[in-house]
């Protein structure tokens, strides 16, 4: 268990210059992990855990690819099962077992999912993929404790649990129940923190230019330098192909809209709306714990990646808008919608598939040149990723399913913001308040504090404001948010 507050555990510009010039000055790196997203974090903390001494380099901020824009479930699988890929759901199933118990308690709580039910087979079929998940859940070990069965209700609970559903024709619902990570940037970090508690130097704003045969060329706001390395391994998501010619990758844009949770009644479950002429396809509306709720999910393929981040489209938003409605009492209007994001994911290329259907499985594949690259699979599954990745490279056992993350415990379903967000690290941030009680005050009109960006600062590797209020407070998700939220966290900043 890492201390709260570990020297060890903190990321911040003193530390990346350290490293950065220790990095320099050898000239070399035992194994260099490529990349910043959960899958890079995962890969660094698994093979420091395993006592390889470990560089990671990324080139913008840490979560700064597909990492911060998912649904932010940590998910056994539902449409896994619904079409057949009955593996990737049982280790979906495993990998949320071992992050709500083990890892990541701090971040992962249960959320309850409804699929209402307004006649007709579809719902029969989703009772049975949950029945089917809910054997997952047991062969995985998870406790009825921690994430309850699948039940079907009646009509009036269901609209207890989502008050916005259609009443009309609504016949009853199937209730189960699934992982919601807190946010995904905040893993990302947490992940990233703890590999660096492990001895990794976390390097952001560092470019892997080339790399193969041994070495690396590495730019860094000074310029390039080479550096030699007895591993590469290269997380790059979408970005794959760049370092990896060999693999051939077809992105797929995801994206979300975001409402207030007082629109749709307050919801306390996830809503899953199956869309009628695809099947083991549905849109979701995921409650979020503070007043906002996310609404998703379009699957479309695309051939740029840009722009970065990637915007959906007018016509993405109109559908989300029109699906959700179908399972709503009143219609959602654009002028309900407050903020959307998107995001792009790395599917591993398979001609022969469409693109909803092409393999979400991962990929870990050892290239000519000596570079392993690992790409696709799901931020739920990523500790499995690494383990896959740094099997190939070290023959010691793989340790990461018992290393609690930093903050780990605490308490996922706390109604208190630092609570949720910081676990067993939340008393330093009250501790900072009581001594400067302006750090309690709130960054502009959203539910983050001013503590909350000296903690970016200080512990969580974000060197500019704009890193600290998009990646570790998330306060740029509402649009009207953006602005104000961002000057207040300069000012802070500015300050601390
Ligand atoms: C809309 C959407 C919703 C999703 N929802 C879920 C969900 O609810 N649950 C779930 O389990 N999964 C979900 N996923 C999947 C999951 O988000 C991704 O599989 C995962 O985040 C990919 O992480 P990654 O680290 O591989 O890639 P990324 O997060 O993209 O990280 C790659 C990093 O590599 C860096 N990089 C690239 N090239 C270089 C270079 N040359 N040098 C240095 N750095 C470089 C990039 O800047 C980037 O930060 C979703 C995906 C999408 C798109």
């Not at 859940?137 to 989502?162: E, M, N, W």
């Not at 469409?354 to 393999?359: E, L, V």
Request: net charge negative; charged share 20%; aromatic share 4%.
């Amino acid at each position: 268990m890492i201390r709260p507050g570990d020297p060890s555990s903190l990321l911040n510009a003193g530390r990346r210059a350290a490293d950065l010039r220790r990095l320099r000055d050898a000239g070399h790196t035992e194994v260099l992990v490529v990349g910043g997203g959960i899958t890079g974090a995962g890969v660094a903390l698994d093979a420091a855990a395993r006592g390889l001494q470990v560089t990671l380099v990324e080139r913008h901020d840490l979560a700064h690819g597909t990492s911060r824009w998912s649904s932010k479930l940590i998910h056994g699988g539902l449409r896994y099962l619904a079409t057949g890929h009955v593996d990737v759901a049982l280790e979906s199933a495993k990998e949320r077992h071992h992050l709500m118990t083990t890892i990541a308690p701090h971040l992962v709580r249960a959320i309850p999912t409804i699929i209402p039910n307004y006649g007709g087979k579809d719902p029969l079929i989703s009772y049975a993929g949950l029945l089917a998940g809910d054997a997952l859940r047991g062969i995985a070990g998870t406790k009825r404790s921690t994430l309850p069965h699948a039940r079907r209700v009646d009509a009036a609970t269901a609209l207890q649990l989502a008050p916005a559903l259609r009443s009309q024709g609504l016949k009853g619902a199937i209730v189960g129940w699934d992982g919601q990570v807190e946010d995904d940037a905040r893993l990302v970090v947490a992940v990233a923190r703890t590999a660096a508690a492990y001895g990794t130097a976390v390097l952001t704003h560092v470019d892997a230019v080339a790399v193969g045969n041994g070495q690396a060329t590495l730019r860094d706001e000074t310029g390039e330098f080479t550096v030699t390395c007895d591993h590469i391994i290269t997380c790059t998501g979408v970005w794959t192909e760049e370092l990896n010619p060999g693999i051939a990758l077809s992105p797929s844009r995801g994206s979300h809209l975001v409402v207030r949770s007082g629109r749709l009644g307050d919801p306390t479950a996830s809503m899953t709306v199956a869309i009628p002429e695809e099947f083991g396809r549905f849109v979701f509306a995921i409650p979020q714990p503070e007043g906002l709720t996310y609404i998703g999910l379009t699957d479309l393929a695309t051939e740029s990646l840009e722009p970065d981040p990637p915007q959906p489209t007018v016509e993405e938003l109109a559908w989300l808008r029109e699906r959700i409605s179908a399972a709503l009492e009143t219609e959602l209007r654009e002028e309900d919608v407050i903020g959307t994001f998107s995001g792009l994911r790395p599917l591993v290329s398979d001609a022969h598939a469409a693109t909803a259907d092409i393999s979400r499985r991962h990929l870990v594949a050892a290239q000519p040149d000596g570079v392993i690259a690992v790409t696709g699979g799901k931020l739920t599954a990523y500790r499995q990723m690494a383990q896959d990745a740094v099997d190939l490279i070290s023959t010691r056992p793989c340790p990461t399913t018992g290393i609690a993350l930093v903050g780990a415990p605490g308490d996922s379903r706390s109604r208190d913001r630092l609570t949720r967000r910081f676990g067993s690290e939340a008393p330093l941030l009250r501790e900072a308040i009581e001594r400067e009680p302006e750090l309690g005050e709130h960054i502009a009109d959203t539910p983050a504090l001013a503590a909350e960006v000296v903690w970016a600062s200080q512990a969580e590797g974000a060197l500019t404001p704009a890193e600290a209020a998009e990646s570790r407070l998330r306060v740029t998700m509402v649009d009207q948010w953006r602005g104000p939220a961002v000057a207040a966290v300069g000012e802070v900043w500015d300050q601390a």
